[in-house]
């Protein structure tokens, strides 16, 4: 298993997996824009053979005024379920936010969740330290709601 | 150009003051008032080719697009020299994706002012169409024109770097990077900059110099990516034998232990190069050197996995079982397939099956006893992998067996459930298998993965519309269908396996539809990278645009396009070869749709609801576009409303010739690297050799005959078809039929009549499945009677031969009779026999 960070090449695999995984889908000029915009950002999980198993998409948002401090945002994250529970979801997140800090100086980090994905709330809350924000009331296009999740990173 | 002509082309100063202010209302999208304007000056002066060109390029963007169009194009007609009209031309032609008319437009254009916003557009165009050398020139024009401005000198770095002059891509560099001043640290931008700098030193073999700069610039921060600089720097200290280059792949690691790649650069940097994906390279030296690093690097499986390859013998085994039980004991679904690509070393697969199999014994004692010393989950998982195993080996059975009693055992796990599904898949039962991995959906109905699975599952079955339904429960419900919203995601898995079923079930045209539709997609994709030429260059992101470009240039090569093409131009063929197949296809199509018009009424509304989708698409960040104006319908032609729902009308050439879609799929993929692909070169000869185009079908051919050998019995088949077919040309014309002749004599070398050369090559392979199927159809090809040619495709089943071929023929009942026992499992020889 590599973990390692996303390429051009990766996209259509990553498409593929967040196709499988998740109902929030994006067309290929989505992920290009990603890598072309955040190259440094985004990592994918390969197996032996070289084929995409998980990833996570990560973007830098826009500021909304000077004073608004550099932040990043996860935009998606899933793992083929055969490869799930062997931590490469926590360790996805971890290069991408290691990234996000060290390139673009990102003092913390956001998320949108399900309230129902209990796995995901596992990952982002207990293993990783992300704390609720706020509710989004339904966020969703099947109108679930969103936890939005927060992670400030310090030095 | 006497003045006279051109006068009458000026407009008076208040209408050249109406005229600048059409421009400024279009560059706001205020479509309404700059109609408005553009008539105002019309009624003046009608023939202003100008205007009239830019009432056009308003009236395209409200959408009525043909009187736009119309109005463009005479207003060009009005006034060849304008720079302007020639703009709004390119502009049309490039929202239609037409890019090489819209290249010749904005050169016209160029000829008469060397406007920036037209350069630019034009050196967009020039890297769409790979059009290098000419790029570099409207680089070198920009930045002539603007040299203060930084993205201009990185342009023409990069256009030289794609014109594949390395050493110029470096001088312009050089010059950029000595002009710039007060740079602050920390600045993306420029750190993207001299990682792009360092990549060009390093093609050009510059390793010590690059290697400075790297140290220097990551030092100063100017250089803010971590990884690409531990990675660039451990790259370039192995390329200079250095002997710090194992240190810089250590520091990797510490950063990342679970990088494969990381492992293998450490070994190569101490002499022990492992080649890529190899089962077995035991080096007791590289071992050594592995287990320091897996006591270093605890966590990670990267290491202790690699100590699989690098092992033999007893230190295998023991290694193994420390792996294998830890990973039982951890519950890892995941196990066999990590473990599999061990398998093509015997000894090594042995080995496993022994550990297994000892492990099962030891965890049921363990976790059957109450007070057991180990979860029951490990004996579940051990019952899981040893199925696994079992069955990659063929042992369909076992497996179930095992399974059997893993699910008795627990029957709430999905895993077992969908691997259940699997061995029936493989046993030939789809459609015990698209139950079973139903049961695992039904265990946790909100996991996708299962769903996805499901459907996949069912299609391989031929349920379409049950497959539809299940994929349903995820996909967007303002869809049209579940099917359009998987097609607009660029569902690859999706298509191409509706695509299959549709051909299992005898539906050819409905197939083509769906690799028509990866084909469109594939063609978005290409599409896709135009708007990041100029984006890239302003964001100074050099390098991941390059490797982007690069993609773009074989992403054709990519198994989805590969498959629908090649499965596309097979059905288009066979249609060709056979008219009757559409003609029976339209007879039960209509018999179906005059009962039920509901059919009909569905896809209309498909087809509007895409339009409606596509209208809404573009805009970089994925989300709809900011609308200026709420009447901007754009620039790009709305997608048109499918006229051909059932894809009869593709499959009868009516619009486009088979022959001609079928050659169109097949194209793309002539150049991007495929020559060991069998499949691809047969498709090619195929549809060559009935347009007429020989030497192109020879060419072919011995690509095919090279790819797969002589022997391949496709290859076969298609030696007999050229021979066959060379036979009855007469009026070939010199020079190709002597090359022809030349070249049917070393793909054909023998004296025998192809008939002999049949039936030799059906002797020689008589236990091979497909060698005998392919006979078969040569024979068929040579004319044979119809008993002969059946005779061979049934001495199949007479004989011990391995079943693994799936045959089409017009005498199934036989079937029924000739079952035999290796395939007890399969359901597909059962099935009520389709058309
Ligand atoms: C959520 C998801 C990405 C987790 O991936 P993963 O690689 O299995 O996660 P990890 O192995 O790194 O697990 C890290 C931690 O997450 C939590 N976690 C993961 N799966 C969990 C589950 N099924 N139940 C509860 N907690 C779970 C645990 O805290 C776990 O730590 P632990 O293994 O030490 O207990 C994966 O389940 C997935 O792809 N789900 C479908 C897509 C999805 O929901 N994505 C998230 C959208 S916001």
Redesign the interface.
């Known amino acids: 298993m590599n973990i390692r960070p996303a390429r051009v090449e990766d996209l259509a695999g990553m498409q593929a997996a967040n196709l499988q995984n998740l109902p929030e889908n994006y067309s290929m000029k989505f992920w290009l824009y990603h890598a072309m915009t955040w190259p440094q950002i985004s990592f994918v999980a390969e197996d032996h053979k070289g084929r995409i198993v998980g990833y996570v998409l990560a973007k830098i948002d826009d500021q909304e005024s000077s004073e608004d401090p550099v932040h990043g945002h996860v935009n998606s994250i899933s793992v083929l379920r055969s490869f799930r529970r062997l931590g490469l979801a926590n360790k996805l997140m971890l290069a991408s936010q290691e990234a996000m800090r060290s390139v673009y100086k990102a003092t913390y980090v956001t998320l949108h969740v399900r309230k129902s994905n209990k796995a995901a709330l596992g990952l982002y809350r207990d293993s990783l330290g992300f704390k609720v924000d706020k509710v989004e009331e339904k966020y969703y296009a099947d109108g679930e709601d969103a936890y939005s999740m927060r992670l400030t990173m310090t030095d | 150009m006497s003045k006279a002509l051109a006068n009458k082309k000026v407009l008076p100063s208040r209408e050249a003051g109406l005229f600048k202010e059409l421009l400024n209302l279009y560059e706001g999208r205020q479509l309404k008032k700059g109609l408005k304007t553009a008539d105002t000056i019309l009624k003046k002066f009608p023939e202003h080719g100008e205007t009239i060109c830019m009432k056009g390029l308003v009236l395209v963007h409200m959408g009525r697009r043909e009187e736009g169009i119309d109005l463009v194009k005479k207003g060009v007609r009005l006034d060849l020299t304008s720079h302007i009209v020639w703009h709004v031309f390119g502009l049309i032609q490039k929202g239609e994706k037409n890019y090489e008319e819209a290249l010749k437009s904005y050169s016209q254009a160029l000829r008469f002012d060397k406007n920036i916003n037209i350069l630019r557009d034009a050196a967009s165009l020039q890297t769409q169409l790979r059009s290098y050398e000419s790029l570099v020139e409207t680089r070198h024009t920009l930045l002539r024109l603007r040299p203060n401005l930084r993205q201009h000198w990185v342009g023409l770095s990069v256009a030289h770097y794609l014109n594949g002059n390395l050493k110029e891509a470096k001088v312009v560099l050089e010059k950029y990077l000595a002009t710039l001043k007060n740079v602050p640290s ?1 600045d ?1 931008e420029q ?2 900059t001299l990682l792009y700098y360092i990549h060009v030193l390093e093609e050009l073999g510059e390793y010590t110099e690059a290697l400075s700069l790297l140290d220097s610039h990551s030092r100063n921060r100017d250089i ?5 600089i531990s990675e660039t720097r451990a790259r370039l200290l192995t390329k200079l034998s250095s002997p710090e280059a194992s240190e810089a792949w250590h520091t990797l690691l510490e950063r ?1 232990s ?4 990381y492992y293998l650069g450490y070994l190569a940097s101490h002499g022990h190069p492992i080649p890529p ?1 190899t089962p077995s390279h035991p080096d007791p030296d590289a071992l050594a050197l592995i287990s320091s690093l897996t006591t270093e690097f605890p966590r990670a ?2 290491s202790k ?1 690699l100590g699989l390859v690098l092992s033999e013998g007893d230190e295998f085994k023991s290694r193994a079982e420390e792996y294998i039980k830890g990973s039982l004991v951890k ?4 196990l066999f ?2 473990l599999k ?1 061990l398998y093509t070393d015997n000894a090594k697969c042995t080995a496993i099956e022994e550990i297994v199999e000892r492990l099962q014994v030891e965890f049921k004692d363990a976790s059957s006893s109450p007070k057991g010393s180990e979860e029951p989950t490990t004996y579940l998982w051990t019952l899981y992998l040893l199925a696994q195993h079992h069955s990659a080996l063929g042992r369909h059975s076992k497996a179930l067996e095992l399974l059997e009693e893993a699910l008795a055992h627990t029957p709430t796990l999905p ?1 077992l459930h969908i691997f259940k599904g699997r061995v029936l898949k493989r046993a030939g039962d789809y459609w015990g298998a698209a139950a079973c991995v139903n049961e695992a959906r039904v265990l946790d109905g ?5 769903n ?1 699975k499901t459907g996949k599952y069912l299609l391989r079955a031929g349920c379409v519309k049950e497959a539809g339904d299940v994929f349903g429960l ?4 303002d869809a049209a269908s579940p099917g359009v919203d ?1 097609e ?6 999706y298509l191409l396996e509706e695509a299959r079923a549709h051909e299992t079930n005898g539906q050819p045209n409905l197939a083509l539809k769906k690799y028509m539709a990866v084909k469109r ?1 594939y063609n ?2 290409e599409d ?2 135009y708007d ?1 030429h100029g ?2 260059l302003r ?1 100074f ?1 050099i ?3 390059l ?2 470009l690069k ?1 773009e240039d074989t992403v054709r090569s ?1 198994a989805p396009y590969v498959t629908a093409a090649v499965n596309g131009a097979n059905i288009l063929v066979a249609s060709y070869d056979d008219p009757e197949i559409v003609k029976s296809l339209a007879v039960a199509h209509e018999q179906l749709s005059s009962t039920s018009k509901k059919a009909a009424k569905k896809a209309k509304k498909k087809a509007a609801v895409a339009a409606a989708a596509a209208a809404k ?1 573009g805009g ?3 989300k709809t576009p900011q609308q200026h104006s709420n009447e901007d319908k754009g620039l790009e032609p709305p997608t048109a409303k499918d006229e051909d729902p059932e894809g009869l009308k593709a499959l009868t050439g009516e619009g486009t010739p088979v022959l001609e879609q079928a050659w169109k799929l097949l194209q793309p993929l002539l150049e991007v690297g495929l020559e060991e692909n069998v499949e691809v070169w047969l498709a090619v000869y195929d549809v060559a050799i009935r347009r007429g185009r020989y030497l192109q079908a020879v060419g072919a051919l011995e690509k095919a005959k090279k790819a797969g050998g002589e022997e391949h019995p496709e290859v076969h088949v298609r030696v007999v078809d050229l021979k066959q077919r060379a036979a009855t040309l007469s009026d070939l014309k010199e020079p190709v039929k002597s090359v022809l002749e030349e070249a049917i004599k070393k793909l054909y070398p023998v004296e025998v009549s192809p008939e002999t050369f049949n039936s030799q090559y059906l002797q020689k392979h008589s236990q091979d499945p497909k060698a005998v199927i392919a006979a078969a159809r040569a024979s068929k090809i040579l004319n044979a009677p119809v008993e002969e040619v059946d005779g061979t495709v049934f001495s199949l089943l007479n004989t011990d031969i391995n079943l693994s071929v799936k045959v089409r023929s017009p005498s199934p009942p036989l079937f029924h009779l000739y079952f035999r026992s290796d395939v007890a499992m399969c359901t597909m020889y059962r099935t009520p026999w389709s058309p």
């Not at chain 2, 679970?258 to 790649?261: E, G, K, N």
């Not at chain 2, 909100?446 to 299962?450: G, M």
């Open positions: 920390h993306v750190s993207e803010v990516d971590k990884t690409a990342n679970d990088c494969h790649t994906s499986r990267a996995r519950g890892i679904p995941s397939s990590d690509s895993e909100q996991d996708r993965f299962l996805t995820f996909t967007k419900k998987l607009d995601m660029q569902s690859m898995l997609i978005e994709i896709d990278q990041f984006y890239c964001k992101n390098m991941t645009y490797r982007m993609w990519q698409m970089l960040d994925g």
